[in-house]
């Protein structure tokens, strides 16, 4: 008779057969009764509803939404294609989304298809699917997903997608090298107001020449046409239609919409210090208490006695049992390690380098020190040295899904132009960290370099080192949050104001 640990390995070989296959989406037929509940009792399998399941981690705690949001745009794009065949699309106006790069789990996916019932289906942790009888959008398809083209969506959106999504919206404009896809859309079908509308939303971000170019040819078609500006406030792109992916247009827009909030709300730089050794040796004495929080805040079990041990070189894993948790004491190494570089690009920063340019320089490096000693311990392959992810990345219990890895490849350049070409030492602190988070670039160790980046920006703006505590880790998921899904900088950057002053600093 098998063993149980032999049955679960059967059960999961299963499931591991499903998901070469590329299922996300499956179905209770996909599997056996007992594979089935077998997973499901041993956390390998979660009941999305009736009859569809999608893959979890059995170390999920109850109620964890992480399974379900990492799943979710697969999980529909599979789960619509099994209802509808080809027959079914994303709306006009979550098609721009996602052409625009903003891949957030909505609480309400809105769908078109000729047989849809005209309800909801209701799925886990607060989202559904809402199935409008009603044609189909038509010309793309990502990731399984079927979308309205660009220029059938833009036809399509009225009004207040421009007032609800100003990013997106200015996002997709600013990819669209002239007017004649659009034109063909609007022609043919005679929309003079949604062409008074794309003028207007195209004048508004300075592209005056596919404004003029959609009116003077509406106009030759005798149509009447008059302009109106969908979007409450003006905001002139420099170069529209030059950067081929719309994460370059995020990136900047992102900065451009979030920088007054933080100039507002967050306290103003100070003079550069005069001692900068004495700065330093400030740095050096926070050491224990930053790598604690900032180790912890990602999980890792560390205590100040084995980060003490780790810099003071008493590190002894070979004989010293407690020395012997690879993990922990990797992670902590390489905090170290890389903590050491960081001085240095801070120095750098105090002697009047630009802040944008040393991080450029050198937050490559820093990071290949968090992870150095766990790549020479077999712990974690020679490849993740290599530089930005190759592959996907998802935030435990988060909506925002982080950039595709050719995304991160255009995104990072411009975010290190946005350092460079800040003039607000306050924005550099909080953007730095912020859109560093936002985009992820490597496979782990995000939270840590974004920390690290924010202090060489806390030094340019004349302020100590400052640590974001273990006790903050609620708040400041919770903030990043709400500045990645909803576009609400506030959050965060009070949180790291009322760490700043009047508590939570140390230094000179």
């Not at 007054?260 to 103003?268: L, S, T």
């Not at 939270?447 to 920006?457: S, W």
Request: overall charge negative; charged content about 25%.
């Amino acid at each position: 008779m098998a063993a149980p640990a032999e049955k679960l390995a059967a059960s999961l070989k299963a499931l591991e057969a499903l998901q070469r296959q590329g299922r996300v989406a499956i179905r209770s037929t996909d599997l056996t009764r007992t594979h089935r509940e077998r997973l499901s009792e041993t956390g390998f399998l979660k009941e999305v509803m009736k009859g569809w399941y999608i893959a979890s981690r059995p170390d999920e705690t109850a109620g964890e939404s992480t399974a379900w949001y990492t799943s979710f745009w697969g999980f529909c794009a599979q789960y619509l294609t099994e209802r509808f065949g080809e027959e079914w699309s994303l709306s006009p106006e979550q098609s721009l989304l996602i052409h625009a790069g903003n891949w957030t789990v909505p609480r309400q996916l809105l769908v078109r298809a000729p047989a849809g019932r005209n309800q909801a289906t209701e799925f886990p942790h607060d989202t559904s699917i809402f199935e409008v009888r009603a044609e189909v959008g038509q010309g793309a398809v990502k990731e399984g997903l079927r979308l309205f083209s660009v220029e059938g969506a833009l036809v399509s959106v009225t009004e207040p997608f421009y007032q609800l999504y100003p990013t997106d919206a200015r996002t997709i404009l600013a990819t669209i090298p002239d007017a004649s896809a659009l034109l063909a859309k609007l022609l043919d079908g005679g929309h003079t107001r949604a062409a008074g509308r794309l003028a207007g939303a195209f004048r508004n971000i300075g592209a005056d020449k596919i404004a003029d170019e959609i009116l003077a040819a509406m106009k030759a078609a005798l149509h009447d046409v008059r302009e109106t500006d969908p979007f409450k406030e003006q905001v002139r792109i420099a170069g529209s239609g030059r950067a081929v992916s719309p994460y370059v247009h995020r990136i900047r827009l992102m900065w451009r919409s979030m920088r007054e909030v933080v100039i507002d709300r967050f306290p103003a730089a100070k003079p550069p210090p005069n001692d900068i050794d004495a700065y330093l040796k400030a740095v050096d004495e926070i050491y224990v208490t930053d790598a604690y929080h900032s180790l912890s805040i990602e999980g890792y079990r560390v205590s100040p006695a084995l980060i003490e041990k780790v810099r003071s070189g008493t590190w002894n894993p070979d004989e010293d049992k407690e020395d012997s948790e690879h993990k922990n004491a990797l992670a902590a190494r390489g905090y170290w390690q890389a903590f050491q570089l960081v001085k240095e690009s801070v120095r750098k920063v105090l002697e009047g380098a630009n802040p944008g340019d040393v991080a450029d320089a050198d937050l490559g490096a820093w990071y290949r020190e968090l992870f150095t000693p766990s790549v020479t311990a077999g712990i974690m392959k020679q490849a993740n040295l290599a530089g930005y992810r190759n592959g996907p990345v998802y935030i435990r219990r988060s909506k925002h899904v982080p950039l595709n890895p050719a995304a991160v490849r255009d995104a990072m350049p411009a975010f290190f132009e946005l350092l460079k070409e800040e003039d607000n030492a306050a924005v550099r602190v909080v953007l730095g960290h912020f859109i560093f988070v936002y985009i992820h670039p490597y496979f782990d160790g995000n939270g840590r370099t974004a920390r690290f980046l924010m202090n060489v920006m806390m030094a340019a703006a004349g302020r100590p080192w400052t640590v974001v505590k273990l006790d903050h880790r609620d708040a400041y998921m919770a903030a990043l949050e709400a500045a990645s899904v909803e576009g609400d900088i506030a959050p965060f950057c009070d949180l790291n104001a009322g760490i700043v002053e009047p508590e939570g600093t140390a230094g000179p």
